[in-house]
DNA sequence: CTCCGTGCAAAGCGTTTGCACGGCG
DNA sequence: CGCCGTGCAAACGCTTTGCACGGAG
């Protein structure tokens, strides 16, 4: 959390609230949902709130973020491992679980003049509780 | 063509020229892209006209559809290759290449008790005109 | 001549922003 | 006590929908 502080974030209740919440669930949660868990603790939170700590954590590199294929909201899961890696989304619930696999590690340049700059890999489908 | 009357839509000449445009453009537009090209040749265009398109093209498989990384919005591309392929994505100008190799391949399941129902795998950058 | 396609307008959804008050440090 | 965080409200961008007219079959 000092992470925070060095980045001219004060530590609020709310943004502990929503950090922890993330951390523990451990899987990708859309605004909705950190701002349904957040009402029940807050009469009167915010949505705002809400997007703008996700925004805040997520440029801070605290979260992963993505979007599930076909939906057009943001969906944000709190990244504790700092290596590189990939995810098995679960669609229902977000779950996720970790792949080691990366496919740029097979897939060896045959893009001539193109500048790679990113990329990415998801499997979806459902989990083993949804 | 013969595809849409099949599904009972009928062979418009707006629908020829945004199904057109997308193959002789052959990378990933969003709707702006197709109305702003349609505006040139109907005054009067409407961006409905191109939505509504869009999605009953996608509907039928004859598009492929995603978002780019950060994107909210949704970019079509016309699907020549009916084969299971993926892409690089020029993120400037939506220029793709095909990959042929598929990551799910090398991937043996790993992932006991989840259905797997899809999966993304996408490279992003610049391409050599951009 | 019958429907489907279209343009227009408005609504919808998720997200972002401006402003003034309130609480952290 | 200064400034960042928050709630409220409104705006925003992209997409979708309802309705009546117009064109394809």
New binding site residues.
């Given amino acids: 959390m000092a992470i925070l502080?060095e980045n001219?974030?004060?530590?609020?209740?709310?943004?502990k609230e929503i950090l922890s919440f993330l951390i523990e669930e451990n899987r990708y949660l859309?605004?909705?949902d950190v701002f349904e868990f957040m009402s029940e603790r807050?009469q009167?939170?915010?949505?705002?709130?809400v997007?703008?700590?996700l925004?805040d954590f997520s440029d801070l590199n605290l979260l992963e973020e993505t979007e599930f294929h076909g939906e057009?909201?943001?969906r944000f899961s709190c990244n504790v491992n700092q290596d590189h890696h990939h995810h098995f989304i679960c669609t229902v619930c977000g779950a996720t679980k970790e792949i080691n696999m990366c496919p740029m590690d097979m897939f060896k340049e045959q893009l001539p003049g193109c500048v790679i700059e990113g990329h990415r890999f998801e499997i979806f489908g459902k989990c083993e509780n949804c």
Same sequence: chains 1, 2.
């Fill in positions: 502080k001219g974030l004060k530590l609020t209740k709310r943004r859309s605004a909705l807050y009167g939170m915010s949505y705002d709130t997007y703008r700590n925004r057009k909201k943001y």
